[in-house]
């Protein structure tokens, strides 16, 4: 059960917030709810009308079954959503994109291997942007949460590494990176005073020993058959 509501006009920032069985979510575009049901870029989304960028919504809702959900279940939620208020119809294909592939950099991985133990946070978060703390994560996780947040097109790992990982990366970001955020008001805080951190290629390589690169790829996309604008609460 869940209430959708325009989001109020030149409301700053972005939000989701999931306490227990309560979701939240402020200033969300459709695109970003795409995004995050399916754990793809908004590139892999195929066929969307414009208003799925431009039409902020706020979100207020609780699972229809018992129980806290776990991250699987909360994916399943904003499908459920997707298909019962915005009666949304999509279909998979693999298509060619253009992508950043995530590799092992010369000399080897500089990242700590999280320390093993039940009640290991996962924690993929901001200081500001372009400073970024990591803990307990996996490189599909990096992956994937790098191109939900920071990225301008998919990201795929090719490491081969299976550990998860604790590490920090601190970079200037450049204006191709965290649309998701800017789109909703967030920004850079400005100072007289210039960055000394590098571009985010050159601190994946020099801070974690990994590379960013582009390539052409093969990815999981999906194709929107239909949509309408949100049922009534």
């Given at each position: 059960m869940a209430t959708i509501k325009p989001s109020k006009?030149?409301?700053?920032?972005?939000?989701?917030?999931?306490?227990g069985r309560h979701l939240t979510m402020v200033n969300y575009n459709v695109n970003d709810l795409l995004s995050d049901a399916y754990g793809l870029h908004t590139r892999q989304i195929i066929g969307a009308p414009e208003w799925f960028d431009s039409e902020?919504?706020?979100i207020d809702g609780v699972p229809d079954v018992p129980g806290e959900p776990s991250d699987k279940q909360a994916d399943m939620m904003l499908q459920k959503l997707l298909t019962d208020r915005f009666a949304l119809k999509l279909h998979h294909e693999q298509r060619e994109l253009?992508?950043?592939?995530?590799?092992v950099a010369k000399g080897g991985p500089k990242m700590t291997v999280s320390a093993p133990g039940q009640g290991n946070e996962d924690d993929f978060s901001f200081r500001k942007l372009g400073d970024l703390t990591v803990s307990n994560i996996t490189m599909d996780e990096f992956a994937k949460e790098m191109q939900?947040?920071?990225?301008?097109?998919?990201?795929?790992?090719q490491t081969g590494l299976k550990d998860r990982y604790d590490f920090r990366l601190r970079w200037t970001p450049d204006d191709s990176q965290?649309?998701?955020?800017?789109?909703?008001?967030?920004?850079?805080?400005k100072t007289d005073k210039p960055s000394t951190q590098p571009a985010l290629n050159d601190a994946i390589r020099q801070q974690i020993g990994l590379r960013l690169e582009p390539v052409k790829a093969m990815v999981d996309?999906?194709?929107i058959d239909h949509v309408e604008h949100p049922s009534p609460n």
């Open positions: 006009p030149n409301q700053p920032g972005k939000t989701i917030d999931f306490e902020l919504f706020d253009s992508v950043y592939a995530i590799t939900g947040s920071v990225t301008d097109r998919p990201v795929v790992d965290f649309a998701q955020f800017r789109s909703a008001g967030v920004q850079q805080r996309v999906i194709v």
